[in-house]
């Protein structure tokens, strides 16, 4: 009898052990399963954002080329107007007329042909002009469509491991939000491939203030540039310094 029990009990062991392996065994397919579509996803996501940034590049390369555009960036503080950049491009000239909230004004013209470039500031009372020539314009233009950020298609496919890539409207646009590691955010219109909106950093405030995200708002309009909107600076009444 004592014999019969321990082969019964030994059975049940053997019973009980093969159930748990497949037990075991199923919980390990089930994780499987899960971490190869977690995968998928990813890679799937990944595949995704590259086209999207990878067409986006291609994009602003073909309107880097034009010769007559005119470009305006709104940078806000909070929700308020904080600078205005307007930039006019038309063959070799560049212009650009900036404004800010407090009332300084700065003009930067730049012949590429001549390599002449003019940047005069208006401080209140103060009028300065710096003409100098070099071979490129003293302060950046945003007249100049970069390419996407001028980057490779390699490194497109590096950011589009670090990217979330969503579908939201602004400005009436439909557009696609960039969102890169959660520290920068740009909406590209889907239509055109160019920025339309773009975060970049912060507004550093005081102590009794907090923090505002600072974000630039673009326009464009292409083929409406004339001579005027590029000629040379009127420097009369400003005290010039060249090189």
């Keep these: 009898m004592e014999e019969e029990k321990e082969v019964k009990v030994e059975e049940t062991k053997k019973v009980n052990t093969k159930k748990q392996e497949k037990k075991g065994h199923h919980v390990l397919r089930i994780i499987g399963m899960?971490?190869?579509?977690?995968?998928a996803i990813y890679v799937g996501n990944v595949i995704r954002n590259f086209y999207i940034l990878n067409t986006h590049m291609v994009a602003?390369?073909?309107?880097?080329?034009?010769?007559?555009?005119?470009?305006?960036?709104?940078t806000y503080k909070g929700n308020e107007?904080?600078?205005?950049?307007?930039?006019?491009?038309?063959?070799?000239?560049?212009?650009?007329?900036?404004?800010a909230k407090q009332k300084h004004t700065t003009i930067a013209y730049y012949d590429k042909q001549t390599q002449e470039s003019i940047v005069k500031f208006s401080v209140d009372e103060n009028k300065v002009a710096l003409v100098k020539q070099s071979e490129w314009p003293p302060v950046p233009s945003i007249a100049e469509i970069k390419p996407f950020w001028g980057l490779s298609a390699w490194q497109n496919f590096l950011m589009s491991l670090r990217s979330i890539i969503t579908s939201e409207k602004y400005d009436g646009k439909d557009c696609y939000k960039i969102n890169?590691?959660?520290?920068?955010?740009?909406?590209?219109?889907?239509?055109?491939?160019?920025v339309v909106?773009?975060?970049?950093?912060?507004?550093?405030?005081?102590?009794?203030?907090?923090?505002?995200?600072?974000?630039?708002?673009?326009?464009?309009e292409f083929g409406t540039v004339t001579d005027k909107d590029v000629a040379k600076p009127d420097l009369t009444g400003y005290k010039i310094q060249r090189d």
């Design 34 to 39: 899960i971490l190869f579509i977690v995968v």
């Design 60 to 74: 602003t390369n073909e309107y880097s080329t034009k010769d007559n555009y005119k470009e305006t960036r709104i």
């Design 81 to 99: 107007p904080y600078v205005t950049m307007i930039g006019y491009k038309k063959g070799n000239k560049t212009l650009v007329n900036v404004e």
């Design 180 to 194: 890169i590691c959660g520290y920068e955010e740009i909406w590209v219109d889907k239509e055109t491939g160019l």
């Design 197 to 220: 909106r773009q975060s970049s950093g912060y507004f550093v405030g005081d102590e009794t203030t907090t923090n505002e995200r600072c974000y630039h708002d673009y326009t464009y």
